[in-house]
C-alpha cells in the first residue's frame, strides 16, 4: 500500500502517514530559503571584492542555465528510480557547488561555483514535485505546497540578517560556506521518510538526444550572459548566435504549445514563466537600488527581501485555504496581476525622494502575487501526469521556467553592461521597470488554464 493509497486522509499534511514526508520536504525548502535569499543579500559585497560587477546578473543566470541540463537529466531518472536516490545525488552536487563559491578568489571561480550548486538545486527541485505527486492524493497537495513555501518565511525573516552580519565581521564567505551544514541536516530530514519504491524498468532513463539539446540551451544562456558583458570582440554576434541556440533548441525539449499558450499543460507553463521573469528580474536588481540608489546597508536590503519572502508564503497559504478563491484560474491571474503591480512599486527603490515604505510595500504585494500564483500553477501541472508521468511534468515545468528565466536574465545582464560603469542605479530601474511590463503578458496564457 502506498502513501497514496491509504485511508483514511488526514486533512493535514503533518499528520501520519505523510508527517515524515512533510519534514523532509519542509527541510529541503529551509535549505533552499536560506542560500537563495543569503546569497542574494551579500551579491553586492562579492561584485565588490572579486572586481565583478560587470559579471553580477550572470551569478543570478549561471545557476538557472545549469540546472537546464540537470532537469533534463533528474525527471526521467526520478521517474525509473524513485525520488529519494535522485534528492540524495543533488544535495552532494549541490553542497559542493555552495563551497566552490565560497572559497573561489576570482569572479570565473565563483561563476564555476554557480554553475555546479544550480545543477544540484535542478535535481532537488525534480525530486521534490515527484515526492509531492507520489507521496500525497490530490485533494493535500495545495497544502504541501503550502507547507513548502512556508518554509521560506524564517529563513526570509533572519537569513538576510544573519548574511549581513556573516558578511559584514568575518566575510561574505562564510555565508556559502555554511551552508553544507544546513544540506547534511535537510538530508537527515529526508531520511526519516519512505520514499522507497520498486524500479520501473518500463520507464526510460535520460535519452541522450534531450541532453544534448539541454547543454545547447545552457550554453547559450551563458553566452548571451558573457557577450553581454560587451568585452569579447564581436560580442552582438555572441549574445545573437547565444540567444537563437538557447530558443532553437530549449524549444524542442518542452510540450507542444508551451511558448504559444495551447490549453493546459502548455498554458501553465507560460503563465508560470512569465510571472517568474517578473519577480526574479527584479529580485536581482532591488538589491542594487537600495544598496547603491537609497545607501541602505546589507542588512537593510536583506529585510526588504524577507517582506517578499513573508508574503510569498501567506500567498501559497491563502490559495489552499481561502474559499473566496477556489476558482484556480482566477486565481492565478489575480496573483498575476499583483505582481505586476508589486514589480511596478519596486522601481521606485532607487529614487530618495520617494518614501521607502512604498517600494517595500510594492516588494510584498508582489510577494503575495506570486505565492497564489505559483502554488495553483504546481497544483495545475502535476493533475496534468499520467501515473508513473510526475517525474517528465515536473522537469518540464521546471525546465521551462529556467529556461525562460535564465535567458531574461542573460539578456537583462546585456543591457546592465552598458550602464554598469557610469549609472549602475538607473541601469537597475529600468530592468525592473521592464520586468513589471513583461508581467502585463501573463494574463494571455493564464485565460487558457484549464483547471483539472
Do not use: K
Not at 535569499?37 to 553580477?56: C, F, K
Not at 519577480?279 to 545607501?295: D, K, N, Q, S
Request: hydrophobic share 60%.
Amino acid at each position: 500500500m502506498t502513501l497514496v493509497d491509504a485511508r483514511p486522509e488526514p486533512l493535514s499534511p503533518w499528520r501520519r502517514p505523510y508527517a515524515a514526508v512533510t519534514a523532509g520536504a519542509f527541510g529541503l525548502s529551509f535549505l533552499f530559503a536560506f542560500e537563495a535569499l543569503a546569497v542574494a543579500t551579500v551579491m553586492p559585497a562579492v561584485a565588490r571584492e572579486l572586481d565583478g560587477l560587470a559579471l553580477y546578473p550572470v551569478a543570478f543566470a549561471a545557476p538557472l542555465a545549469a540546472a537546464v541540463v540537470a532537469l533534463v537529466v533528474a525527471g526521467p531518472l526520478a521517474d525509473r528510480h524513485g525520488p529519494s536516490p535522485v534528492l540524495h545525488g543533488g544535495l552532494v552536487v549541490f553542497a559542493a557547488g555552495v563551497v566552490l563559491a565560497g572559497v573561489a578568489w576570482s569572479m570565473p571561480v565563483f561563476l564555476l561555483g554557480r554553475l555546479v550548486h544550480g545543477a544540484g538545486g535542478g535535481v532537488i527541485g525534480v525530486a521534490l514535485y515527484v515526492v509531492v505527486a507520489e507521496a500525497y492524493p490530490a485533494v493535500l497537495r495545495p497544502r504541501v505546497f503550502a507547507v513548502l513555501t512556508a518554509a521560506w518565511v524564517l529563513p526570509a525573516v533572519v537569513g538576510p540578517g544573519i548574511a549581513a552580519v556573516v558578511a559584514d565581521t568575518v566575510g561574505w564567505r562564510w555565508v556559502f560556506l555554511a551552508v553544507p551544514v544546513l544540506a547534511a541536516g535537510a538530508l537527515a530530514l529526508v531520511r526519516q521518510a519512505d520514499l522507497s519504491r520498486p524500479r520501473r524498468d518500463d520507464r526510460p532513463g535520460p535519452e541522450r538526444r534531450r541532453v544534448l539539446l539541454a547543454l545547447g540551451a545552457a550554453l547559450g544562456v551563458v553566452a548571451v550572459s558573457v557577450g553581454g558583458q560587451r568585452e569579447a570582440p564581436g560580442w552582438p554576434v555572441l549574445v545573437a548566435a547565444g540567444l537563437a541556440l538557447s530558443v532553437a533548441t530549449g524549444s524542442r525539449l518542452l510540450p507542444r504549445g508551451a511558448w504559444t499558450g495551447g490549453q493546459g499543460l502548455p498554458s501553465v507553463l507560460g503563465t508560470r514563466a512569465v510571472v517568474g521573469v517578473t519577480f526574479h528580474l527584479a529580485e536581482v536588481y532591488l538589491p542594487l537600488l537600495l544598496t547603491l540608489g537609497r545607501g541602505l546597508s546589507l542588512a537593510g536590503a536583506g529585510a526588504v527581501l524577507t517582506t517578499g519572502a513573508v508574503t510569498w508564503c501567506l500567498g501559497a497559504v491563502l490559495a489552499s485555504r481561502w474559499g473566496r478563491l477556489a476558482d484556480e484560474e482566477r486565481r492565478v491571474r489575480i496573483g498575476a496581476a499583483l505582481v505586476v503591480l508589486g514589480a511596478g512599486g519596486a522601481v521606485l527603490a532607487g529614487t530618495p525622494a520617494v518614501p521607502l515604505v512604498l517600494p517595500v510595500l510594492g516588494w510584498a504585494v508582489a510577494g503575495l502575487g506570486i505565492g497564489m500564483a505559483y502554488s495553483t500553477l504546481s497544483v495545475l501541472a502535476l493533475a496534468t501526469a499520467a501515473d508513473g508521468e510526475a517525474g517528465a511534468t515536473s522537469s518540464a515545468l521546471q525546465l521551462n521556467d529556467h529556461l525562460v528565466i535564465s535567458a531574461v536574465l542573460a539578456l537583462g545582464g546585456v543591457a546592465f553592461a552598458g550602464f554598469a560603469s557610469g549609472a549602475p542605479v538607473l541601469g537597475a530601474t529600468v530592468l525592473v521597470a521592464a520586468a513589471a511590463a513583461v508581467g502585463l503578458l501573463a494574463q494571455v496564457p493564464a485565460r487558457r488554464l484549464q483547471a483539472p
